[in-house]
């Protein structure tokens, strides 16, 4: 049997690319709506206070005497992130902290209260170090049936509530002027969100989950400026990702999570860079074409 062959046959492999593929999806649907609506930190901020859950979680397992001790590990992190994220968005909405200050008291409570907690756990570095940057190929059965029923909630809600969602991150004014419940969307938001964390942890860890809702988004926006097909085109992108990134790690000793996280940085860089050069070149014959006659090549958003 060839490597290839090997890699594909193994139940751990076929849960991971199952868990990634998952991922790609879902992250960039979430990513899409963050990014209109200038949130895309809001990841990292989330990220950071699932780890704070994933320690709680560890230390109700051990108090409960589950095996393994980390059992817990994710539920803990859903709950903390939901938490987070809600808590968040009030703030943001009635309290007298700005959104943006809010989220970094969160980021940097959530990281310390996080890396405390797992030593109180008795974890160790490397149980740290998995949870920071991810672990996708030590994906257990109940992780991916975790992932399988939260990426349906959250590719439902996203997809679902496209409509109403997109005039919210767009025009939160228009939004509440045509009737719609901004306030319960807000959350909505948020706690999809929260969710799609607690799906990618597992895969590119706490501390890059954003790049995976975000970076496939802002490669789509380069070469589509629809709403929608940003959406899809950020989906395809972020499943060719988490899929690349896997299979390579197999053969490469190195980080999955990481190396999803480069490729993502990489493509994007090589998009902006063919676009630059393709703009330029159309506007120089436009130019000549035009008798000297200005071409505006520039960007403007038409929703789907």
Same mark, same amino acid.
């Given at each position: 049997?060839?490597?290839?062959?090997? =890699?594909?046959?193994?139940?751990? =492999?076929?849960?991971?690319? &199952?868990?990634?593929? #998952?991922?790609?999806?879902?992250?960039?649907?979430?990513?899409?709506?963050?990014?209109?609506?200038?949130?895309?930190? #809001?990841?990292?901020? &989330?990220?950071?206070?699932?780890?704070?859950?994933?320690?709680?979680?560890?230390?109700?397992?051990?108090?409960? $005497?589950?095996?393994?001790?980390?059992?817990?590990?994710?539920?803990?992190?859903?709950?903390?992130?939901?938490?987070?994220?809600?808590?968040?968005?009030?703030?943001?909405?009635?309290?007298?902290?700005?959104?943006?200050?809010?989220?970094?008291?969160?980021?940097?409570?959530? &990281?310390?209260?996080?890396?405390?907690?797992?030593?109180?756990?008795?974890?160790?570095?490397? $149980?740290?170090?998995?949870? #920071?940057?991810?672990?996708?190929?030590?994906?257990?059965?109940?992780?991916?049936?975790?992932?399988?029923?939260?990426?349906?909630?959250?590719?439902?809600?996203?997809?679902?509530?496209?409509?109403?969602?997109?005039?919210?991150?767009?025009?939160?004014?228009?939004?509440?002027?045509?009737?719609?419940?901004?306030?319960?969307? $807000?959350?909505?938001?948020?706690?999809?969100?929260?969710?799609?964390?607690?799906?990618?942890?597992?895969?590119?860890?706490?501390?890059?989950?954003?790049?995976?809702?975000?970076?496939?988004?802002?490669?789509?926006?380069?070469?589509?400026?629809?709403?929608?097909?940003? =959406?899809? #085109?950020?989906?395809?992108?972020?499943?060719?990702?988490?899929?690349?990134?896997?299979?390579?790690?197999?053969?490469?000793?190195?980080?999955?999570?990481? =190396?999803?996280?480069?490729?993502?940085?990489?493509?994007?860089?090589?998009?902006?860079?063919?676009?630059?050069?393709?703009?330029?070149?159309?506007?120089?014959?436009?130019?000549?074409?035009?008798?000297?006659?200005?071409?505006?090549?520039?960007?403007?958003?038409?929703?789907?």
């Amino acid at each position: 049997m060839t490597a290839l062959g090997q =890699m594909l046959a193994s139940p751990l =492999m076929q849960r991971a690319y &199952i868990v990634a593929v #998952l991922v790609g999806l879902s992250a960039p649907v979430v990513g899409t709506y963050l990014v209109q609506r200038g949130l895309a930190l #809001l990841g990292d901020g &989330i990220g950071h206070i699932a780890l704070t859950g994933v320690a709680l979680g560890w230390i109700a397992g051990a108090a409960a $005497n589950v095996t393994p001790h980390d059992a817990w590990a994710i539920p803990g992190a859903i709950i903390a992130s939901v938490l987070g994220a809600v808590l968040i968005e009030v703030i943001r909405a009635r309290g007298r902290t700005r959104g943006d200050v809010a989220l970094a008291i969160l980021f940097y409570g959530g &990281i310390a209260g996080g890396v405390i907690l797992i030593k109180l756990a008795g974890g160790t570095t490397t $149980n740290l170090t998995s949870y #920071l940057f991810g672990s996708i190929a030590t994906v257990s059965t109940s992780d991916t049936w975790f992932t399988v029923v939260l990426a349906a909630v959250v590719l439902a809600v996203g997809i679902g509530l496209r409509g109403p969602l997109f005039a919210l991150c767009h025009d939160e004014e228009f939004a509440r002027s045509i009737g719609l419940p901004t306030a319960a969307l $807000n959350v909505t938001v948020a706690v999809v969100a929260a969710l799609t964390v607690s799906v990618s942890m597992r895969v590119v860890g706490a501390l890059l989950v954003s790049a995976v809702m975000i970076v496939p988004v802002a490669i789509a926006q380069l070469v589509s400026y629809s709403f929608g097909r940003t =959406m899809h #085109l950020a989906m395809v992108i972020g499943v060719v990702a988490c899929v690349a990134g896997l299979t390579i790690t197999y053969f490469l000793a190195a980080s999955p999570g990481a =190396m999803i996280v480069v490729l993502l940085v990489c493509t994007y860089a090589v998009v902006a860079l063919v676009g630059g050069v393709v703009r330029a070149t159309r506007s120089r014959h436009g130019r000549r074409q035009g008798g000297g006659m200005r071409i505006d090549y520039g960007q403007q958003e038409v929703p789907a």
